[in-house]
């Protein structure tokens, strides 16, 4: 049966419990905790045990979900993970958060790969999949282990990256003005090569030329890339805000992609919302790319900051370039 809209029922997080600070980082690469802070306003990040993988996290994040929302894993029919550090090039990370959560009931479970953009888009697909009947209980999870693919020598992108997982769960909502309002989506092939890891895939297996060649790790061009992430994100939050015939005066919070402080106070003033109406943990997370925008979320929701009837703006941009934004009545 179709729905109008679809709300979120739940949400969740899996943070690995080990800190890595900038002052650990300053005794591993040229770096300070100055430089850090200053440059990008993170302070710590989290990194997940070597024993474990990233549908660990991400079965964590969609547990608490489940919870929160008071539904069984069993009765999730569609599990969506976004994600660019699964479990392994395939089978999906999906099926294995299918199999740690028991979510096994005749439903579907896949990845999808749209870098930091990647929770934006699972919860277009879920919003949609929920919208048109196909599926009751989506579970719509960004998770990330991006300690496994940075370079530990290279102080460009290491002191920017740390691991984590969020999680929604999506259920029909019979109000239209509630729930998931929209979702905007965009990618721009033009710039593949600004952010990315270029070995591991089928244009270049992992050999061991590319492992000297440090080609299985990522790249990133940090101001290429910057400054799109402003110019984009606030394009694509503008453009939602429109499309709901709604102005910035109407967003209680925006939910967006901590990838840089900077970038934040950026987008800021090119959408006109202040800064104190962004929820921040950038500080303590680092950019956890997909993981970034669920995280945040299930955060604010925690230390009570978003009430009833709340507008939620989300955005986020990252490899691709892949961008998107939501709007979300709480
Ligand atoms: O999640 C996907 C999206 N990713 C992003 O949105 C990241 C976007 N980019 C950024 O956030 C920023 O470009 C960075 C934080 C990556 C870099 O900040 P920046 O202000 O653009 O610095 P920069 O790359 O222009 O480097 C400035 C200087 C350079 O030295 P010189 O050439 O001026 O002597 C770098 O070598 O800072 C140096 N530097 C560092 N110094 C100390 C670069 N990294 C470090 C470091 N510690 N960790």
Known sequence: ????????L???RGVPPRVLTNQDLSRMVDTSDEWIVERTGIRERHILDPALAAS?????AGRHACERAGVSPSEVDCIIVGTVTGDCPFPSTAVFVQKKLGAIAGGCAFDLSAACAGFIYGLALGDNFVRRGQFRRVLVIGVEVLSRIVDWQDRSTCVLFGDGAG????????????????????????????????AGGSREPITAEAIAAKRHLVKMNGREVYKHAVRNMAQASKLALEANGLDSQDVNWVLAHQANLRILEGVSERVGIPLDRFYLNVDRYGNTSSASVPTVLDEALERGKIKTGDLLLM???????????AVVRW
């Not at 049966?1 to 979120?8: A, D, E, H, K, Q």
């Not at 999680?167 to 990315?196: C, I, M, N, Q």
């Open 1 to 8: 049966m179709t729905s109008p809209s679809s709300r979120i």
């Open 56 to 60: 660990d996290l991400a079965t964590e």
């Open 315 to 325: 955005t986020a941009l990252g490899g691709g370039l892949a961008w998107a934004s």
């Open 10 to 12: 739940g949400t969740g």
């Open 167 to 198: 999680a929604v769960l999506l259920g029909p909502e019979s109000d239209p003005k509630r729930g998931v309002l929209s979702t905007h989506l965009f990618s721009d092939g033009t710039y593949t090569e600004v952010l990315l890891q270029q």
